[in-house]
T-cell receptor, first 114, second 115 residues
Framework: GESVGLHLPTLSVQEGDNSIINCAYSNSASDYFIWYKQESGKGPQFIIDIRSNMDKRQGQRVTVLLNKTVKHLSLQIAATQPGDSAVYFCAENRRRGGGNKLTFGTGTQLKVEL | DTGVSQDPRHKITKRGQNVTFRCDPISEHNRLYWYRQTLGQGPEFLTYFQNEAQLEKSRLLSDRFSAERPKGSFSTLEIQRTEQGDSAMYLC?????????????FGPGTRLTVT
């Protein structure tokens, strides 16, 4: 498959370790923050969302943390597996006055080493 | 496979030619989005439909770009007089729940190369 990110920031982790992917956002008016995963040759895939009035949300093996003070979002993946290897994008959605579009940030390439 | 299909998967064209891409969303999804993605970047929003109505267009969408969703089902994106700068992956996405419109299901994309 083709690579979707040739010069992306890269995070390399050992299989079984926890991964933390970070994202800085700019729009304080965003209502939701979302993480998407994009595997080589595929479109982005929704992982998890967090509403702007929350600071933490957990899913299956994933946790998203939101720090509005410093406009920072992180995705934590527990017990990282080879299938987690992909490019991860954070995205913002502003429902009032922002329509329904997603504004994506710069991705991070996660590489899982066996 | 998310259920969103795009055709063709790859398109090579010469500068100045017109191209048209098709997107078939998940059947019950009434919202359809087009994005453009270049290497190393996140997808950039182009336009959005709710049923057959085109409700929002990005400033990125120049006059050479036009999108339609005539029956509220499939959509087409046409680029006229292609330029080398149009080379990119064109992604289509659909969503169902208006309260969770940010949860979008993306197709595999159409890779456009303009020579």
């Amino acid at each position: 498959g083709e690579s979707v990110g040739l010069h992306l920031p890269t995070l390399s982790v050992q299989e079984g370790d926890n991964s933390i992917i970070n994202c800085a956002y700019s729009n304080s008016a965003s209502d939701y923050f979302i993480w998407y995963k994009q595997e080589s040759g595929k479109g982005p895939q929704f992982i998890i969302d967090i509403r702007s009035n929350m600071d933490k949300r957990q899913g299956q093996r994933v946790t998203v943390l939101l720090n509005k003070t410093v406009k920072h979002l992180s995705l934590q993946i527990a017990a990282t597996q080879p299938g987690d290897s992909a490019v991860y994008f954070c995205a913002e959605n502003r429902r009032r006055g922002g329509g329904n579009k997603l504004t994506f940030g710069t991705g991070t390439q996660l590489k899982v080493e066996l | 496979d998310t259920g969103v299909s795009q055709d063709p998967r790859h398109k090579i064209t010469k500068r100045g030619q017109n191209v048209t891409f098709r997107c078939d969303p998940i059947s019950e999804h009434n919202r359809l989005y087009w994005y453009r993605q270049t290497l190393g970047q996140g997808p950039e929003f182009l336009t959005y439909f709710q049923n057959e109505a085109q409700l929002e267009k990005s400033r990125l969408l120049s006059d050479r770009f036009s999108a339609e969703r005539p029956k509220g089902s499939f959509s087409t994106l046409e680029i006229q007089r292609t330029e080398q700068g149009d080379s990119a992956m064109y992604l289509c996405a659909s969503s169902l729940n208006p309260d969770r419109s940010y949860e979008q299901y993306f197709g595999p994309g159409t890779r456009l190369t303009v020579t």
